[in-house]
């Protein structure tokens, strides 16, 4: 039994032409996109920015409410709780902010941060409260005496650790990471990638691990999905992704990660313009304006379906 199960999840905002203007048009940043997350799976979400991918993380803890499509946890479709409904299964699944910064109080001590969850949800008083703290601090490499000081008082890599810390609080099964490396030095990036990492195996947390960095992304993936324009355009073990990727997305994508390995390197794929905007996407095929292999007027009519090309392997183009 999947612990996540997303079906046909869209995501769209609307767009007003003015400040007079009456009708709206809507820019769509999740378009009917499915996948499954395993008990302690890590599923990587990668692609350009705006494609997507951290509205549809928001959207699967329902920070931002779906249009269409549901999300299943553990059998439970929480798509359609009523808030405070919600609010009790929260505990169940948490979120790494982008921003170790931004993402943090800085009126709030560690302590309070940390333990903000804790009090909620009424898991924890007086002496066990902060025994709690402690033990999470430890557990994300944080010596607890810095329990009583501020955020401004840390650096990126242990305000990172901070929010890490805090998600751990209420023992979730699932938490969505929104590239919480990106803001980071390689260094520290590696740092917190063995970190979730241990943290996984310890407590057997599943991650849904928003990236761009593909590397990042291999290294602690069990499986990756690929998003560009709002739709899923492929999905396959880490492994087999990274050494025959199907979809021209993909590949370019691939083919720009650097390699100080010379045989190893790719011949880079340079793709042609930007990409569309999300409120007029292109007919047929979304990536068909960039596409190497677009062939006419199939591509630009008709949106390529996700199939099967070997077990496990989805790609959505017509020429994989």
Same mark, same amino acid.
């Given at each position: 039994?999947?612990?996540? =199960?997303?079906?046909?999840?869209?995501?769209?905002?609307? $767009? #007003? %032409?003015?400040?007079?203007? /009456?009708?709206?048009?809507?820019?769509?940043?999740?378009?009917?996109?499915?996948? *499954?997350?395993?008990?302690?799976?890590? !599923?990587?979400?990668?692609?350009?920015?705006?494609?997507? #991918? *951290?509205? !549809?993380?928001?959207?699967?803890?329902?920070?931002?409410?779906?249009?269409?499509?549901?999300?299943?946890?553990?059998?439970?479709?929480?798509?359609?709780?009523?808030? =405070?409904?919600?609010?009790?299964?929260?505990?169940?699944?948490?979120?790494?902010? %982008?921003?170790?910064?931004?993402?943090?109080?800085?009126?709030? *001590? $560690?302590?309070?941060? $940390?333990?903000?969850?804790?009090?909620?949800?009424?898991?924890?008083?007086?002496?066990?409260?902060? #025994?709690?703290?402690?033990?999470?601090?430890? /557990?994300?490499?944080?010596?607890?005496?810095?329990?009583?000081?501020?955020?401004?008082?840390?650096?990126?890599?242990?305000?990172?650790?901070?929010?890490?810390?805090?998600? !751990?609080?209420?023992?979730? #099964?699932?938490?969505?990471? +929104?590239?919480?490396?990106?803001?980071?030095?390689?260094?520290?990036?590696?740092?917190?990638?063995?970190?979730?990492?241990?943290?996984? %195996? @310890?407590?057997?947390?599943?991650?849904?691990?928003?990236?761009?960095?593909?590397?990042?992304?291999?290294?602690?993936?069990?499986?990756? !999905?690929?998003?560009?324009?709002?739709?899923?355009?492929?999905?396959? =073990?880490?492994?087999?992704?990274?050494?025959?990727?199907?979809?021209?997305?993909? %590949?370019?994508?691939?083919?720009?990660?650097?390699?100080?390995?010379?045989? *190893? @390197?790719?011949?880079?794929?340079?793709?042609?313009? +930007?990409?569309?905007?999300?409120? +007029?996407?292109?007919?047929?095929?979304?990536?068909?304006?960039?596409?190497?292999?677009?062939?006419?007027?199939?591509?630009?009519? =008709?949106?390529?379906?996700?199939?099967?090309?070997?077990?496990?392997?989805?790609?959505?183009?017509?020429?994989?």
């Amino acid at each position: 039994m999947s612990l996540l =199960e997303v079906r046909n999840l869209t995501v769209r905002f609307p $767009v #007003k %032409q003015g400040i007079f203007a /009456s009708a709206r048009r809507f820019l769509t940043a999740v378009n009917n996109v499915s996948f *499954t997350i395993a008990p302690g799976e890590t !599923l990587g979400l990668v692609g350009e920015s705006g494609c997507g #991918k *951290t509205t !549809l993380g928001r959207a699967v803890l329902r920070l931002v409410e779906p249009e269409t499509g549901s999300v299943w946890f553990e059998g439970e479709n929480i798509t359609a709780l009523a808030r =405070e409904e919600l609010r009790r299964r929260r505990r169940r699944f948490q979120m790494v902010f %982008q921003d170790p910064y931004g993402s943090l109080n800085p009126r709030m *001590t $560690v302590a309070e941060i $940390v333990c903000e969850a804790l009090d909620i949800h009424h898991l924890a008083r007086g002496t066990a409260r902060t #025994k709690r703290i402690g033990e999470l601090l430890h /557990s994300v490499g944080l010596d607890p005496s810095y329990a009583n000081r501020y955020p401004h008082e840390f650096s990126g890599g242990q305000r990172q650790r901070i929010g890490i810390a805090r998600a !751990l609080a209420v023992e979730p #099964k699932l938490i969505v990471c +929104d590239e919480p490396v990106s803001a980071l030095d390689v260094s520290i990036q590696a740092q917190i990638v063995n970190l979730l990492k241990e943290l996984q %195996q @310890r407590h057997g947390i599943a991650y849904l691990f928003i990236a761009h960095d593909l590397a990042v992304v291999e290294n602690i993936s069990r499986r990756v !999905l690929v998003m560009y324009l709002g739709r899923v355009v492929e999905v396959a =073990e880490a492994s087999v992704l990274l050494t025959a990727p199907a979809h021209p997305y993909t %590949q370019a994508l691939i083919s720009a990660v650097p390699s100080l390995d010379t045989a *190893t @390197r790719r011949q880079r794929v340079l793709l042609p313009g +930007d990409a569309p905007s999300p409120i +007029d996407p292109p007919g047929g095929c979304p990536f068909h304006p960039r596409c190497p292999k677009a062939q006419a007027p199939r591509c630009q009519g =008709e949106i390529p379906e996700l199939r099967e090309i070997h077990s496990g392997h989805r790609a959505a183009c017509h020429f994989s």
